[in-house]
């Protein structure tokens, strides 16, 4: 896809993939993008660049422009591999370009490459880069969501490049949200913002509320949020930061997920009178498999529900392996403002409802305890134990949900 101006002399330059499913782990049905950015001004300058397979179409979309050589500033807002990895290729062409880098940027930089012939300035929170009639600030965002994260902000333009934040997994023809808007379902796109969220930065809540704040101490004025993934925010770019700060103030459905796999199908047969006990008691409920659902779509209707219940048999006194798989991606989250209980069966000996509860525990969420378990196949007494469970979880659940209403 050819360059687009996204301001006056500001050029998105980067590429489509159309065809991308796992993003390191991350399953992403929808493909995406890798964004950057080019200004044409007294002194042209780069913001990131692309993932290395795509890097001679971004290399063209620049030279649709200008020559590559005429490059004098390239700012990196990130090392990650899919906006750093063309960096070298651009240097060749760019030989006496200046980098703009994070201190951290620069140590992990230096690990991907040779940088002993590359000018490289250091940069931090409220350091700027005038270009000409363009004058870039930039604001250091560690954690969020790796140690050497930036963004830049371009004054006059009111732009804010946001590097990984606010941006989504989302391969699209259109470039802008009022775009997206016009093709296809607007809810698609808030429904990718919050799966991105869910996956990526959920560990962060507490850093992105200090950073929105951060931002707005600082007076920016911004009219449009460039990510680099997915579109560019130019219709409401406030729109995307209320809904950062809902997600990070733990915003949730009144709803139960229920997240289970299964061995002999017992406890998936759990599954049906627990779902009409949460049903019965006025709360929705999504029931999920986790052997017939990628791993990054149970982390997101986790992260959308307020309570979730996770069932499994139990396999040599711990859980099933998949479980202990979402329990692993789960606690790497750091998942919060969340309600959490466990069911399951056994054959001989039980040990998998006791092992989730000590991983909730772990993670400091509330739990409803003691969950319920079945011996081999749910008997009608058990259907009817499951059914009492599920309703009074989902009573737990609108308690819990009152305080975030």
């Known amino acids: ?3 687009i101006e996204i301001k006056p002399d500001i050029y998105w330059v980067g590429a489509i993939d159309w065809a991308v499913r796992d993003f390191h782990g991350y399953v992403t049905p929808n493909g995406t993008t890798y964004n950057n950015y080019l200004i044409l001004d007294s002194e042209i300058t780069l913001v990131d660049t692309v993932k290395h397979d795509f890097t001679e179409v971004g290399i063209g979309n620049i030279r649709e422009l200008i020559e590559p050589s005429r490059i004098k500033n390239i700012v990196i807002n990130h090392i990650e591999n899919d906006h750093l990895a063309a960096l070298d290729r651009v240097m060749e062409l760019a030989p006496d370009a200046t980098i703009h880098i994070t201190e951290r940027g620069k140590k992990g930089m230096e690990r991907f490459f040779d940088t002993s012939r590359w ?10 880069l005038n270009t000409g009639k363009y004058t870039l600030q930039f604001i250091e965002t560690p954690m969020l969501h790796w140690p050497d994260s930036m963004m830049t902000y371009v004054k006059g333009a009111k732009l804010l490049i946001s590097q990984d934040a606010f941006g989504q997994h989302l391969a699209s023809t259109a470039r802008f949200d009022d ?21 990526i930065l959920m560990p962060f809540g507490a850093l992105i509320k200090s950073k929105i704040a951060q931002i707005e101490k600082l007076g920016i ?26 997600m990070a103030n733990g915003k949730a459905a009144l709803r139960v997920a229920v997240i289970y796999d299964t061995m002999w199908h017992s406890t998936e047969q759990m599954t049906l009178p627990i779902m009409q006990g949460i049903m ?12 017939a659902t ?28 998949s479980v202990a798989e979402f329990i692993t991606h789960l606690r790497g989250l750091r998942p919060k403002d969340r309600i959490a209980g466990a069911f399951g069966s056994y054959g001989w000996g039980g040990g998998a409802v006791k092992w989730l509860y000590n991983e909730f525990q772990s993670m400091k969420l509330e739990s409803v305890e003691p969950g319920i ?20 979880f989902a009573r737990r659940v609108k308690e819990y949900h009152k305080n975030y209403d």
């Open 373 to 392: 378990q079945v011996q081999y196949r749910p008997s009608k007494e058990d259907e009817k134990n499951c059914y009492d469970f599920g309703r009074e």
């Open 221 to 246: 004025e911004i009219d449009m949020i460039a990510p680099d993934h997915g579109v560019i925010w130019r219709r409401d770019p406030q729109k995307v930061l209320r809904m950062y700060l809902d």
């Open 294 to 321: 990628p791993m990054s779509v149970a982390i997101t209707e986790f992260w959308m529900s307020r309570g979730c219940l996770v069932g499994s048999p139990t396999l040599n006194n711990e859980v099933f392996p």
């Open 179 to 199: 775009d997206f808007v016009d093709c296809s379902s607007h809810t698609a796109l808030e429904n990718s913002v919050v799966d991105y969220y869910a996956n």
């Open 119 to 128: 000018n490289i300035r250091v940069v931090k929170t409220g350091d700027e």
């Open 1 to 3: 896809m050819k360059a």
């Open 280 to 291: 019965d008691e006025g709360v929705g409920c999504k029931v999920i498999k986790l052997r």
